[in-house]
């Protein structure tokens, strides 16, 4: 549920108020109202010093990530500015020295087939009015060449020639010409090795450093604190001698926001949040409701404080589009085992198993709808072995109207819950109405879509509906006038309703895919057999290609159907738009 939310403004003295935000954020109960921070050198200061440990852990980052800090002792640090200070100076050397050790290598490279001379024997001949080029020449072209010049082929490559050229003067062709490179081959290995040496001392001192890794990290979270503590302090507002604070706690709170007043002598009122007010969310749930709060987090998704918490409806519905969606008891079996190995290896490092309980969950419920069904790695296999527990699941017609149903149904309860919201207001009726036309849309559908019998109920639930739709269906006093605006969007809700309840066929139509992949590569495999050693692994490669491809697919599936059906959909007709932030207290 969400939480109820307090108002609260706080005055006190202005020289007080660096002590009073410590005090909040001691008691990390207050979400302090946004307001415009004022940069001061300590707000600046403080950023520069985050923004160097973020530098430094960069460093360690991006140069040893396949490394396990955790498996490293960890040790403090005396002087966290001067390490951080050294490591980036370090990761700077040694990029210059990568960057220069590609380009001298280069270098070699193209000079190596010309052979080892020394650059500075040329530089002493051309004081001696003796030239030497290093030219690109077209073979062809080699007979047409001046005959006072010594043109000596030191190799040749795709048709040319790759000449020096001697001469008394200095000389133009009209050939592609090589600048002498600065050193020597010879010159060019030996600082080569050199580089490499220092490169690599340079990367063990950087590494060293990892046993400092958890107090630049612990340092880093101090920084930010203190910084929104200055900001905290800098965003209060200040008339005369005194400044207050505008900010939002939890109703439970309320005690004791009003004994720490009392023992720092503040003035405080504590208030209902008003319509306008920009009130965060907090979200209270039991254990097991909460576990569907990783997806959201995934999602990045959080209602608005005057929305509904959706948790419980998010978490069941979600569950039961899992299991249509998978559809096969041996792919749930299979993601069961890999939850359980992520269980086990990443526990300590996630700290929490929230996760992998709904992971087991969603597993369960792919087995179960895939023994109902018999469907263990595909359908076809198992036709003659293995009856399904629920023969009707086989039924085309029968799993379209039962996803028709679930969309009426999930729809139907957020018009409820808005209704019992509403009452007992007439516009209550309004949602009672959209309850109607939703299931006079769902046996339209049945009918339309999957050929079943069209209920002679119908009619009725449309007429009952669109009456109550239309006559209560706008916010006014007077019913006549309200009749005039709920016409207005009377037409596209109505169609907007049938189409949303046939959206569910989504989960027919993902899940036969399943289902016809598996019995696809099925049937390849069983053409091939195991007759000898090599079809016998070219059939196992089949299975595993086939069965792989609807394990990697079917999280996917899920993430855009089976998600989508619950942010969309129902939240359309809940009323949801996911405008929330999250409560944020000031906290030390």
Not at 128 to 142: C, T
Not at 275 to 301: H, S, Y
Not at 560 to 575: A, P, S, T
Request: hydrophobic fraction near 50%.
């Amino acid at each position: 549920m969400i939480v109820p939310m307090k108002k609260v403004h706080i005055i006190l003295q202005y020289k007080d108020r660096d002590e009073a935000i410590r005090t909040l954020a001691r008691l990390g109960v207050v979400h302090i109202e946004q307001q415009p921070t004022i940069q001061t050198e300590d707000i600046k200061r403080i950023e520069d010093q985050i923004l160097l440990i973020n530098t430094a852990l960069a460093v360690l980052s991006k140069r040893y990530n396949h490394l396990k800090p955790e498996q490293i002792e960890q040790k403090p640090v005396s002087d966290w500015h001067r390490l951080c200070q050294h490591l980036i100076d370090c990761e700077k050397r040694l990029e210059q020295l990568e960057e220069y050790g590609r380009s001298l290598r280069s270098t070699y490279e193209t000079w190596k087939p010309w052979g080892d001379f020394d650059p500075q024997i040329i530089s002493q001949l051309e004081k001696k009015s003796i030239y030497v080029h290093f030219y690109q020449i077209p073979v062809a072209f080699l007979k047409n060449l001046p005959e006072n010049l010594i043109v000596q082929v030191v190799f040749q490559r795709a048709g040319l020639a790759y000449c020096v050229v001697i001469a008394r003067e200095k000389v133009a062709l009209n050939f592609e010409e090589k600048t002498a490179p600065k050193m020597s081959l010879r010159q060019m290995e030996k600082r080569l090795a050199i580089d490499e040496h220092t490169i690599e001392n340079i990367k063990k001192e950087i590494i060293s450093h990892l046993t400092h890794l958890q107090a630049l990290k612990e340092k880093k979270h101090f920084l930010e604190k203190e910084l929104e503590l200055y900001k905290a302090a800098n965003s209060m507002r200040q008339q005369a001698e005194l400044a207050y604070l505008v900010g939002y706690a939890p109703f439970d709170t309320e005690a004791l926001l009003l004994e720490s007043a009392r023992k720092n002598c503040w003035a405080i009122v504590i208030t209902e949040p008003e319509q306008t007010d920009a009130v965060p969310t907090l979200i209270r749930n039991p254990r097991w409701i909460a576990l569907i709060e990783p997806i959201f987090k995934f999602l990045d998704i959080l209602p608005g404080y005057r929305e509904l918490d959706i948790s419980l409806v998010f978490l069941v519905f979600f569950s039961i589009f899992f299991g249509i969606l998978i559809g096969d008891a041996g792919i749930g079996l299979c993601f069961l085992v890999l939850n359980f190995w992520a269980h086990k290896k990443f526990i300590k490092r996630l700290g929490s198993s929230q996760l992998f309980i709904l992971f087991y969950i969603l597993s369960f419920c792919a087995i179960v709808w895939g023994i109902l069904s018999g469907t263990i790695f595909g359908q076809a296999w198992l036709a003659k072995s293995l009856r399904p527990l629920l023969p009707q699941l086989r039924n085309d017609a029968t799993v379209q109207s039962l996803c028709f149903f679930l969309g009426a149904l999930h729809l139907s309860i957020g018009h409820l819950w808005r209704a019992v919201l509403k009452a007992p207001s007439l516009e209550a009726l309004s949602d009672i109405g959209w309850i109607c036309i939703l299931w006079a849309a769902f046996f339209l559908a049945r009918y339309l879509v999957a050929g079943l019998s069209l209920e002679q109920s119908v009619l009725i639930l449309f007429i009952v509906g669109s009456s109550l739709v239309i006559i209560f269906g706008a916010r006014r006093r007077n019913i006549l006038r309200g009749i005039g605006a709920g016409l207005g969007n009377y037409l596209l809700s109505v169609v907007n309703s049938f189409t949303d309840v046939v959206s569910y066929i989504r989960l027919f139509a993902v899940g036969l895919a399943t289902v016809a992949v598996a019995d696809a590569f099925n049937a390849m495999a069983a053409d091939i057999g195991f007759s000898s050693f090599g079809s016998a692994i070219l059939t196992a490669l089949i299975l595993a290609v086939g069965h792989g491809l609807n394990i990697l697919l079917g999280p996917m599936s899920v993430l855009v159907h089976g998600v989508r059906l619950n942010v969309l959909e129902f939240c359309n007709h809940i009323d949801i738009k996911w405008s929330g932030f999250a409560y944020r207290p000031l906290r030390q």
